[in-house]
Each structure stands twice: as structure tokens, then as C-alpha cells.
């Protein structure tokens, strides 16, 4: 069931409406939880975040101002509390010499003094057909030790756009970062995770 | 316009999903993907991680106990 506009929602949790707190309560929290998990060590610590996170939105109701959506400003009180807590960095920008150079293996392309120079020298293997059921648990597995490799400021991107969904202009106003940052670090991470299921995907035919 | 290689499309993938290749990257990014099965594929690749981490089903929710303390709060103020 959809959520009421954010006009009436807002108007309802200054009124005090319980109702109101706990539909978006539910509706958010796992969420923010997985947002919360990107930046911090174990589970229990995702949830205290979180808590303090809602305690936070209780205190600050007054103070939203409706310049942006409101479970935007509840996931940016959620990121920064999730900052504070988090063992690694508070910026988001993509770190010189890490975050930049090739997402693909460079040994993969043609060299310059080959003919068909920066054409791949094998082609991708396809992958098998994802439906599979047998393979899917596997899958969100691997997809989740993925995510578990990457620096924070990729995971939390990747978390954000490819896991909640969440668009472009969002996540920036989440995380407070340019559209072109938060592109490079998406960028990186799919590339990684990609790369991670590829190596799946490669050993399963080795072993057929 | 010079051609596009392999090797540069492959890091032109997440601009181009997100519409965000100027309008000649684009038109020599949408040119090689017709000409190149290895980059087709990889491009589907991307595309299907993607899809494939929306799919990944939460593994936490709040415990009922935080969720009665948060309520409690609320209905405090």
C-alpha cells in the first residue's frame, strides 16, 4: 500500500499521529537498515543507527522544511548517523589512484601494436539464463560477499542505486555528492560485481 | 568522429545507462554496440548484475522490541 503524499504525512507526524510514525517506520526501516549495514560492521550496529536515526527524525520534524522528499531527508539523517558510527571515511568523493584507471582488465583489449588495437581479445563469455532456480541462491550470495569487497563510498552507491533503487539525483542528494562522483563509484562498483559473477559463472562451466 | 574501442566503451557503460554520454559519445557509443558482440554482451552483463542486485531480498528488520521503543518515543513528544 502506497504511502500518503508527504504534505499529509508531515502534517500528521507534527500532529502527533502515531499512525502516520509507524507506516513510515515500516515502510523505511529495512531500507535504511541495508543503508546503514553498507557503512557499519555487524548487524546490531545497522540497528542502532537506525534508531538513532528515527530519534533524530522525531526531534528534527519541526525543522523539515519539505525542500526535498521527506524519506530523502530521513535516509540523509540516516547516512550521516551511519557516518559517525562507520570505521572508514565521511567523503564520498572517488580517492585519486584508487577510484580511477580501467574498470576491465586492460589485458583483456588488444594492445596499441596489435591490429584491432583496443578490441577485446576474447569475447565476454554469455551467461547462462538467470531464471534458473538452482542457480539464484547461489547467485545473491556471490552478489553479497560483491558487495562486502567494495570500499564503503562504492558499496553505499551501489546499495542505493541497484539495491533500493533509487535515482541518480536521489542518492546524490542523500549523500551529498556531485551526479558525476556518485557515477564513478557506481561505475567502479558494478564493474567489480559484474566481474565477480563472471568468475562464478566461469567455474560453474568449468566443472560441467 | 573518431570510432570507439572496446576498451573505451566498457568504461563508458554506467554514463551511457544513466543518459548521461554528451550527444557525440552517444552516437559513437550506440554506433560500436551495433557492431560489437563482445561489448553487447558486456553491456548486458552490467545490466543484468544490476537488475540482479534489485532482486536481493532484505536481511534485516528492525526488532519488534526497537520498533515499540521508537513508538513509545513518538507518541512522547
New interface residues.
Partial sequence: MPLPPDDELVIRLRD?D?TA??LV??AW???M??LA?SFVAD?DT??EV??ET??AV?RGLGRFEGRSALKTWVYRICVNQAKRRGVAESRFEPVPGVDDG???D?AR?RSDDEEW????RS?????PD?EQQALAGE??AR??AA?ARLPERQRVV?TLR??E?YG?DEVCEMLEIT?ANQ?VL??RA??F??AE??TYYAGKEVRA | MTEM????F??L???FL?G?LDEDDQTRFVDHLSL????S??LD??R???D????????????DE??E???A???K?
Avoid: K, M
Fill in positions: 502527533g502515531d510514525f509507524a517506520l515500516d526501516s529495512e531500507g537498515l541495508r549495514r548487524a545497522a540497528a537506525v534508531q528515527w530519534l522525531i580501467p574498470t576491465v586492460p583489449f588495437a583496443g578490441h577485446w569475447l565476454p563469455a554469455p551467461w538467470p547467485i545473491r552478489l553479497a558487495l551501489i541497484d539495491v533503487g541518480s551526479a557515477r557506481l561505475h558494478r564493474a560485481v559484474r559473477l563472471e | 574501442n572496446c576498451n573505451e566498457v568504461e557503460v554506467t554514463d544513466d548521461a560489437c558482440d563482445g561489448c554482451t558486456y552483463q552490467i543484468e548484475t544490476s540482479a542486485l534489485a532482486d536481493l531480498p532484505a536481511v534485516q528488520t528492525l526488532p526497537a520498533r521503543h521508537l513508538l518515543a513518538f507518541r513528544t
